[in-house]
């Protein structure tokens, strides 16, 4: 089992920055890619951006140019540096991981609240 632990959420000021960070652990963790999801209320969960093992990246367009993922495979641990922040990105965030045998795990979300 693999538990996902986040960390780095909070209030900003339109503009300002924010680092999201989530480390896995659990025995024999073995993770493939990781990625961070957001979610506001009334609407479904949507992809901000993934990393995969190799280092390969895809972003939401909405954050292209402004977030910045990365990984750190021996710690495993992901990171999303936020920047040139929105108050549409006013949302909780998720940390993802996907196993390498159909498996997959959430962390338990954090809160990002952009003001203007």
């Known amino acids: 089992q693999v538990q996902l632990v986040e960390s780095g959420g909070g209030l900003v000021q339109a503009g300002g920055s924010l680092r999201l960070s989530c480390a896995a652990s659990?025995?024999?963790?073995?993770?493939?890619?990781m990625g961070w999801y957001r979610q506001t209320p009334g609407k479904q969960r949507e992809v901000v951006a993934v990393i995969t093992r190799g280092g390969r990246t895809n972003y939401a367009d909405s954050v292209k140019g402004r977030f910045t993922i990365s990984r750190d495979n021996a710690k495993n641990t992901v990171l999303l540096q936020m920047n040139s922040l929105k108050p549409e990105d006013t949302a909780v965030y998720y940390c993802?991981?996907?196993?390498?045998?159909?498996?997959?795990?959430w962390g338990q979300g954090t809160q990002v609240t952009v003001s203007s």
């Open positions: 659990g025995s024999g963790v073995s993770i493939n890619a």
């Open positions: 993802h991981a996907d196993g390498y045998v159909a498996d997959y795990y």
